[in-house]
């Protein structure tokens, strides 16, 4: 159902080095890359992850509630991004762990607050 996810930034050269190591840890490449934006995906596959200043030329900001997840392949894999996260100007949500029965997850912010999980079901 979701063709792709934007999200704004105020320094986009820092969040690059951020959605660069996250998207080389799940296989997806840059599929776009213009002055002021960048996106992550596979032609054919499910929905990436744009970002960009945003278009208005007023300051990039959080949305309060908004989070994108990003559907890792085992538990492992949700620790390696969460640790990849947080080695590239991420900041701690709440660590890799059970949320509940059938859900794993880990939390984190990318450089300007943006908030992601990596995840898996089951």
């Known amino acids: 159902m979701i063709g792709y996810v934007t999200l704004g930034t105020n320094d986009l050269a820092k969040a690059a080095v951020f959605y660069d190591a996250i998207a080389g840890e799940l296989g997806v490449p840059r599929m776009m890359d213009y002055d002021g934006f960048i996106a992550w995906g596979k032609e054919g596959g499910g929905a990436g992850i744009g970002l960009t200043r945003p278009f208005d030329g007023q300051a990039a900001t959080v949305g309060n509630g908004v989070m994108v997840a990003l559907e890792a392949k085992d538990k492992e894999q949700v620790h390696r ?35 992601l999980n990596a995840f898996i079901m089951g």
């Open 81 to 115: 991004l969460y640790d990849i996260a947080l080695a590239n100007g991420g900041t701690c949500e709440g660590p890799p762990g059970p949320r509940g029965e059938g859900f794993y997850a880990g939390y984190f912010r990318d450089p300007d607050g943006n908030k």
